[in-house]
């Protein structure tokens, strides 16, 4: 079973960038569709970006045209620029794959 890791999180203004990064300790080349969730405080669990083996991406309506997934096998690695960040994004991301999740990492955005 892989293991995840998260980091790239942090406090930042509203309109700014951060870039997660999501490492995997073995190699996600089988592994289909990897993505990303978020969950912020007293709601629940949300999907906020997913990609598949052959490049599908799909996306929180939220977070369309703002946030980018990307995924490099070569380096089992999984991606996510946030861009235009909102304080409504403000949460605790997690990194997912098949029977795996990442401890996750706290996105603050500030007004």
């Known amino acids: 079973q892989v293991q995840l890791v998260e980091s790239g999180g942090g406090l930042v203004q509203a309109g700014g960038s951060l870039r997660l990064s999501c490492a995997a300790s073995g190699s996600i080349f089988s592994i289909n569709s990897m993505g990303w969730y978020r969950q912020a405080p007293g709601k629940q669990r949300e999907l906020v970006a997913s990609i598949t083996i052959g490049g599908y991406v799909n996306y929180a309506e939220s977070v369309k045209g703002r946030f980018t997934i990307s995924r490099d096998n070569a380096k089992n690695t999984v991606y996510l620029q946030m861009n235009s960040l909102k304080p409504e994004d403000t949460a605790v991301y997690y990194c997912?794959?098949?029977?795996?999740w990442g401890q996750g990492t706290q996105v603050t955005v500030s007004s």
């Open positions: 997912a794959a098949p029977g795996a």
